[in-house]
Nanobody
Framework: RVQLEESGGGAVPSGGSLRLSCTAS??????????VGWFRQAPGKGREGVAA???????IYADYVKGRFTISQDNAKNMFHLDMTYLKPEDTAVYYC????????????????????WGQGTQVTVSS
């Protein structure tokens, strides 16, 4: 069982930047079908996908973060990151990292059923 831990959350003013990191207790990149992603949940809203990377090279971003957020991976350290810039108050949420494997290539990388392990979440608060 892999345990995931997020770090890097905090409170920033609108326009600020943060880097979230996800550290895995074990190897998460062994499979060629690996999948790592970031999700978020704002108060009163459902969980939504933010960014994800698959072992086949696909990278996706939610429309509302394109051009502002960047997902990256560190295979040697079993980590992955989310660099967030030009943060907006509507980005305020608990951010979760998750890992799994791509099950069907036609499925969106944000399809939650493909993720086996989730972190506990880290709060990001953006003030106006």
């Amino acid at each position: 069982r892999v345990q995931l831990e997020e770090s890097g959350g905090g409170a920033v003013p609108s326009g600020g930047s943060l880097r979230l990191s996800c550290t895995a207790s074990g190897s998460i990149y062994d499979s060629e079908n690996y999948l790592v992603g970031w999700f978020r949940q704002a108060p009163g809203k459902g969980r939504e996908g933010v960014a994800a990377i698959a072992g086949d090279g696909r990278i996706i971003y939610a429309d509302y973060v394109k051009g502002r957020f960047t997902i990256s991976q560190d295979n040697a350290k079993n980590m992955f990151h989310l660099d967030m810039t030009y943060l907006k108050p509507e980005d305020t949420a608990v951010y979760y990292c998750a890992t799994g494997e791509v099950q069907r290539r036609i499925w969106s990388l944000f399809y939650g059923a493909q993720y086996n392990f989730w972190g506990q979440g880290t709060q990001v608060t953006v003030s106006s």
